[in-house]
C-alpha cells in the first residue's frame, strides 16, 4: 500500500510524477489499483483528469468517485465548527481558511455559536493582524500573489511586463503604419499593416484593406485640432481600431499605431 499525495493533479506531486512515469523508485503497472480518494475541487477539474488519463495509459485499474466510502474531506462540517466554537468560546475569531465567501460563512457560524461581531475578523491575502491578551487588530499588508522570474537572468520580472506578455499571447498585435495629410486629413498612399496573433497569412491582405477602411473613416470625421498633435491622433485611431477589431473577433489585441503627419 501507498499513501501518495497528488490528489487534485498537482504537478510536482508524487502521483503525478507516478503516472508519467517520471518517479524515481515507483512505477505504475497494469497490475496495480489507484484509489483517489477526494473530489476535485472548483477549478482543478482539468488537472485532476489529465492525471487519469494518465493512470489509465499505464494500464492500472482507477477508482475515483466511483463509491461515496473513499471520499475523505479536508474540511470540517458546519456542526462540527460549532462544536469547536462551543467549547472553546473565544473571546476573538479569526477564520482563515477557504475563500472569502467561506470564512464569511464561518463568520455567521461564530456569531450564532456566541461570538461578539465585533471581536470577529475577516482577512484577505497579505493581511497582517497583531495579536495580544487584550485585543486582536489588523495593522497592516504585504504584497502576496504570483512572482515571475526570468530563468536567464534569475530576476523577477515587473507586473506590467507580465500582463503585456499575457496580452500578447492571448490576443496579438497589430503595427499600422501611416502617413496622413494635414491639409485634408486623407491618407498618403496606403498604410502599412502588420499583425501577429490575430489573423492567419491569408487573411492578411483582407485585414490590411479593412483597417485601411478603419482609418479612412475615421479621417472623414476627424477633429481639425487632432491633425496638429501626431501622439494624440496616434491615441485616437489606437482607440478606433480597438473598438473595430473588439466587434469583428471579440479580442483586445496591444495595438500599435505610428502616423506620421505630412
Same mark, same amino acid.
Request: net charge positive; glycine share 6%.
Given at each position: ?67 461515496? #466510502?473513499?471520499? @475523505?474531506?479536508?474540511?470540517? +462540517? $458546519? ?9 472553546? !468560546? %473565544? ?78 499571447? #492571448?490576443?496579438? @498585435?497589430?503595427?499600422?503604419? +501611416? $502617413? ?9 498612399? !496606403? %498604410? ?71
Amino acid at each position: 500500500l501507498i499513501v501518495t499525495t497528488g490528489s487534485q493533479g498537482e504537478t510536482m506531486s508524487a502521483l503525478y510524477r507516478m503516472a508519467t512515469d517520471e518517479h524515481k523508485y515507483i512505477k505504475i503497472k497494469p497490475s496495480d489499483q489507484i484509489i483517489i480518494s477526494s473530489k476535485a475541487i472548483p477549478g482543478n477539474e482539468n488537472s485532476v483528469s489529465t492525471v487519469l488519463n494518465f493512470l489509465l495509459k499505464s494500464g492500472a485499474s482507477v477508482a475515483y468517485q466511483d463509491f461515496s #466510502e473513499i471520499h @475523505v474531506s479536508g474540511h470540517a +462540517a $458546519q456542526e462540527e465548527q460549532k462544536l469547536m466554537l462551543r467549547l472553546i !468560546k %473565544p473571546k476573538f475569531f479569526l477564520p482563515v481558511h477557504g475563500e472569502y465567501n467561506h470564512i464569511a460563512k464561518h463568520k455567521e457560524t461564530a456569531i450564532s455559536c456566541g461570538v461578539d461581531e465585533r471581536n470577529i475578523y475577516l482577512m484577505s491575502d497579505g493581511d497582517q493582524m497583531e495579536v495580544c491578551q487584550k485585543y486582536l487588530k489588523r495593522v497592516k499588508t504585504v504584497k502576496t500573489g504570483k512572482v515571475f522570474i526570468d530563468n536567464q537572468i534569475n530576476k523577477q520580472i515587473a507586473d506590467d511586463v507580465v500582463i503585456d506578455r499575457q496580452n500578447l499571447a #492571448e490576443a496579438g @498585435v497589430v503595427m499600422i503604419i +501611416a $502617413q496622413i495629410s494635414r491639409h485634408g486629413a486623407k491618407l498618403i498612399n !496606403k %498604410p502599412r499593416v502588420i499583425s501577429y496573433g490575430l489573423v492567419g497569412d491569408k487573411q492578411d491582405a483582407e485585414f490590411r484593406k479593412e483597417m485601411e477602411g478603419v482609418l479612412e473613416q475615421y479621417l472623414s470625421n476627424v477633429k481639425e485640432e487632432l491633425l496638429k498633435d501626431s501622439r494624440l491622433l496616434e491615441s485616437q485611431v489606437r482607440q478606433v481600431i480597438r473598438k473595430h477589431i473588439f466587434r469583428k473577433v471579440k479580442k483586445y489585441p496591444t495595438i500599435v499605431p505610428i502616423i506620421y503627419l505630412m
